[in-house]
């Protein structure tokens, strides 16, 4: 009875391992997708970075958005609109229009003083920066 339990013992352990493998030559094989364009990976960085910023900016409390961590640097709500104004400078140079917001701290922060404000701002600038990458597409990255 040993034997018989040892020689079935052996031999499954030699037909399953076949087994397994011929089970997975079976499936068929995916073809690999393809790689994303130069504009697919800047849109998704773009939205990836954006839409950190945007959570963080609806996360952070009201009453936390003058926050310094010291005296000579910008406040929470500042850092948002210095981000914002800075897209909108990029965006604007790439459209070839004019510079709307080239306003300092003080005076961005007296034009959008309220967190829904900057918030708004903010989602506005990552929105139309994603317009403008997907009108642009590859041609506009290689020129």
């Known amino acids: 009875m ?3 339990i040892s020689i079935l013992m052996f031999a499954a352990l030699i037909v399953l391992p076949v087994i397994s493998a011929s089970a997975q030559e079976k499936k068929p094989v995916d073809p690999p997708n393809p790689a994303p ?22 996360d952070f409390p009201e009453d936390k958005y003058n926050f310094k961590a010291q005296k000579d640097e910008r406040t929470f ?4 609109l210095h981000v914002a104004s800075g897209y909108y400078r990029m965006i604007n140079a790439i459209k070839g229009s ?22 708004k701002f ?14 642009q597409g590859d041609s506009g990255i290689d020129a």
Not at 77 to 80: I, V
């Open 2 to 4: 040993r034997n018989i």
């Open 37 to 58: 364009s130069p504009s697919q990976e800047l849109l998704w960085a773009w939205g990836s970075v954006g839409g950190k910023l945007i959570a963080m900016a609806e």
């Open 77 to 80: 709500g500042e850092n948002l």
């Open 98 to 119: 004019p510079q709307v917001y080239t306003e300092n701290d003080d005076s961005l922060r007296k034009m959008f003083p309220a967190k829904s404000d900057i918030v």
């Open 122 to 135: 903010l989602k506005q600038s990552v929105s139309d920066g994603t317009d403008l990458i997907k009108a």
